[in-house]
């Protein structure tokens, strides 16, 4: 199973939102038992995906204000509301709107909506270290940091170019 939840970013505005989209094949590994018969999106992956999306949100932020490269994850989930199924098929459009940031952490309200309904909504808190006390071993750190970067490329093709130069000669390792 891939756990990459978000197929395409749309928008990305570092301090403000992002949208993305993923469009679930009935191939996806889930649907064999969730469930059989009646394939549906387990709405625990739609929470993901809009964690996924705020995470590169945070992580553009981040970029932009200090220039420093993060590595958000997941700390909490609230108000998460599943109002309709997620089938095969579908386009889920994901919005996460940046409500609150702090040294340490992000805060965003996100929504999953198909053909303009709004299926899920939650509010996702990501935490990410920054300066030297960083707990990821430095090897581990600078592979993780690469693989990030591949999934932003390829996730942010018609953004890539302007979101990769944030930060860049604010002399914090962006560069």
Not at 149 to 174: C, I
């Given at each position: ?135 990821i071993p430095e090897s581990a750190r600078q592979d993780l940091e690469r ?29």
């Open positions: 199973m891939r756990f990459i939840l978000i197929d395409k970013i749309t928008e990305l505005e570092p301090g403000s939102h992002a949208v993305g989209v993923k469009n679930p094949a009935m191939a996806e590994d889930y649907f064999a038992d969730h469930f059989p018969g009646f394939p549906v999106v387990p709405g625990v992956l739609l929470v993901e995906a809009m964690a996924q999306l705020a995470g590169r949100l945070i992580t553009y932020t981040v970029r932009a204000e200090t220039g420093e490269v993060v590595l958000p994850v997941l700390l909490g989930v609230s108000n998460a509301k599943f109002r309709r199924f997620v089938r095969p098929g579908d386009t889920v459009v994901v919005r996460v709107e940046l409500t609150a940031m702090t040294d340490g952490a992000g805060r965003c309200k996100g929504t999953a909506q198909v053909d303009g309904q709004t299926m899920t909504t939650a509010e996702v808190t990501l935490g990410y270290q920054s300066g030297g006390d960083n707990v693989w990030a970067e591949n999934v932003n490329r390829a996730l942010l093709r018609e953004h890539w170019p302007r979101l990769q130069a944030l930060g860049k000669g604010k002399g914090t390792g962006a560069e």
